[in-house]
């Protein structure tokens, strides 16, 4: 299966991603899933010695560790931005960082206004966004766009607009777009959504191309791009 520039495509991710060429893609930003169990077979959970990331965290509901050799496979060179759980961050650390040797960053939204409720536990005010590139990818952008740390309201006109419980900011994303590319560069997005990464990418002159499986979103996206929100208004202004 061949997928056309400055496209969303409705496709399992898992399975179209192993059409695209080697080295065909500049930078992928994603969100994907963040839904996983977690087990122990290997030992505590933390013990690095000899422990393949698949040991001890399964990435399940849309997130299989499976993919991210694949990430590896259509990247130019590892330059990648992925939303995670506070549970992921293990998994992608181990094998990133670990078996990758790639440089690092760990990029964090905090919400001002979530639900005061959290029982016996922590609130959940914060998103974390880790940022992996080889050694040798340039990272360009400026003291504004190459900050990693945002602290913001949750962008409720954005979810009442598509209509999507995850969609993040797209000045966040256009920055991450602006900091690990250039003009005309392919910026991938294989759990596209409500097309955030698409939105941000043309806004910047990058090229797109995004895969999301679920029918329902692939609409909301491709509407978005045509200024088309979740409930069919047509807005005058875009994004």
Same mark, same amino acid.
């Given at each position: 299966?061949?997928f056309?520039?400055?496209? !969303?495509?409705?496709?399992?991710?898992?399975?179209?991603?192993?059409d695209?060429p080697d080295?065909?893609?500049?930078?992928?930003?994603?969100?994907?899933?963040y839904?996983?169990?977690?087990?122990?077979?290997?030992g505590?959970?933390?013990?690095?010695?000899?422990?393949?990331?698949?040991?001890?965290?399964?990435?399940?509901?849309?997130?299989?560790a499976?993919?991210?050799?694949?990430?590896?496979?259509?990247?130019?060179?590892?330059?990648?931005?992925?939303?995670?759980?506070?549970?992921?961050?293990?998994?992608?650390?181990?094998?990133?960082?670990?078996?990758?040797?790639?440089?690092?960053?760990?990029i964090?939204w905090?919400?001002?206004?979530v639900?005061?409720?959290?029982?016996?536990?922590?609130?959940?005010?914060?998103?974390?966004c880790f940022?992996?590139?080889?050694k040798?990818?340039?990272?360009?952008?400026?003291?504004?766009?190459?900050?990693?740390?945002?602290?913001?309201?949750?962008?409720?006109n954005?979810?009442?607009?598509?209509?999507?419980?995850?969609?993040?900011?797209?000045? !966040?994303?256009?920055?991450f777009?602006?900091?690990?590319?250039?003009?005309?560069?392919?910026v991938?997005?294989?759990?596209?959504?409500?097309?955030?990464?698409?939105?941000?990418?043309?806004?910047?002159?990058?090229h797109?191309?995004?895969?999301?499986?679920s029918?329902?979103?692939?609409k909301?996206?491709?509407?978005?791009?045509?200024?088309?929100q979740?409930?069919?208004?047509?807005?005058?202004f875009?994004?």
């Open positions: 299966m061949k056309d520039l400055d496209t !969303i495509n409705c496709v399992d991710s898992y399975q179209a991603i192993k695209l080295k065909s893609v500049d930078l992928i930003v994603t969100d994907p899933p839904e996983q169990s977690v087990k122990h077979s290997a505590k959970f933390g013990e690095k010695k000899n422990l393949h990331y698949e040991q001890y965290v399964e990435i399940s509901d849309g997130f299989k499976e993919i991210l050799d694949e990430f590896v496979r259509v990247l130019n060179r590892i330059n990648l931005y992925i939303w995670c759980s506070k549970s992921q961050i293990p998994a992608l650390l181990q094998y990133f960082v670990i078996q990758r040797k790639c440089n690092w960053n760990l964090t905090h919400k001002t206004n639900c005061p409720t959290c029982n016996n536990k922590y609130m959940n005010d914060t998103e974390y940022f992996f590139r080889e040798g990818v340039p990272l360009f952008g400026n003291s504004e766009s190459k900050k990693t740390f945002y602290v913001t309201t949750m962008n409720v954005d979810k009442k607009k598509f209509d999507h419980s995850t969609i993040k900011p797209v000045h !966040i994303i256009q920055n777009i602006l900091n690990s590319s250039s003009e005309g560069d392919l991938f997005d294989p759990f596209i959504g409500s097309g955030t990464t698409a939105v941000a990418s043309r806004n910047l002159k990058r797109y191309l995004g895969f999301e499986i029918e329902r979103w692939h909301v996206a491709t509407d978005r791009l045509n200024n088309i979740a409930g069919g208004q047509l807005s005058l875009t994004e």
